[in-house]
T-cell receptor
Framework: GNSVTQMEGPVTLSEEAFLTINCTYT??????LFWYVQYPGEGLQLLLK?????DKGSNKGFEATYRKETTSFHLEKGSVQVSDSAVYFC?????????????FGSGTQLTVLP | NAGVTQTPKFQVLKTGQSMTLQCAQD?????MSWYRQDPGMGLRLIHY???????DQGEVPNGYNVSRSTTEDFPLRLLSAAPSQTSVYFC?????????FGSGTRLTVV
């Protein structure tokens, strides 16, 4: 079955530091890949996504590239802000036409200090 | 505003009680699902539905029932609450791969 392995947290960074959160996956075929963000006390919001190999998703300064050869979708940001403090989830869903349920990683808590 | 609405936001139950978590969406999405979120385990799929009248089990369905009589509504029923069901529950709807999540229900079973 599908699975997502995500970098263990928590991660604590100073403001303006570089962020990488690792994510690797196991799936058959060509799944779609997602990063979701959960701010304290809120639900999940889609941060970015990629639907095919070598696609780069980007939003709010965050980027992730769909790497089929390494089955990875690492999240990066060049300069984090205090407002980026949240829990980040990597997820995948099956190929178009297959089961559409999301499979999530365990989440990574990010704290950015001023 | 369009989206997924979950009620209640918070609930405390005694062991053995039953209750229904409500989920409604106004985007005419065919696909709806329920997840539970537990520390260190991400979100796990409980049940899902690909359309009105059709439901199926996810990864952790035991102790929960669902029904889908309309496109808009997808309630989750706890038949006899147990402390192991203490969690945060999220409902989501989807169309063509785009997911929208509700704000969650925090459930405590004592």
């Amino acid at each position: 079955g599908n699975s997502v392995t995500q970098m263990e947290g928590p991660v604590t960074l100073s403001e303006e530091a570089f962020l990488t959160i690792n994510c690797t996956y196991t799936a058959t075929g060509y799944p779609s890949l997602f990063w979701y963000v959960q701010y304290p006390g809120e639900g999940l919001q889609l941060l970015l996504k990629a639907t095919k190999a070598d696609d780069k998703g980007s939003n709010k300064g965050f980027e992730a590239t769909y790497r089929k050869e390494t089955t990875s979708f690492h999240l990066e940001k060049g300069s984090v802000q205090v407002s980026d403090s949240a829990v980040y989830f990597c997820a995948l869903s099956g190929e178009p036409g297959s089961a559409r349920q999301l499979t999530f990683g365990s989440g990574t808590q990010l704290t950015v200090l001023p | 505003n369009a989206g997924v609405t979950q009620t209640p936001k918070f609930q405390v139950l005694k062991t053995g009680q039953s209750m229904t978590l409500q989920c409604a969406q106004d985007m005419n999405h065919e696909y709806m699902s329920w997840y539970r979120q537990d520390p260190g385990m991400g979100l796990r799929l409980i049940h899902y539905s690909v359309g009105a009248g059709i439901t199926d089990q996810g990864e952790v369905p035991n102790g929960y029932n669902v029904s889908r009589s309309t496109t808009e509504d997808f309630p989750l029923r706890l038949l006899s609450a147990a402390p192991s069901q203490t969690s945060v529950y999220f409902c989501a709807s989807s169309y063509a791969g785009g997911y929208t999540f509700g704000s969650g229900t925090r459930l405590t079973v004592v």
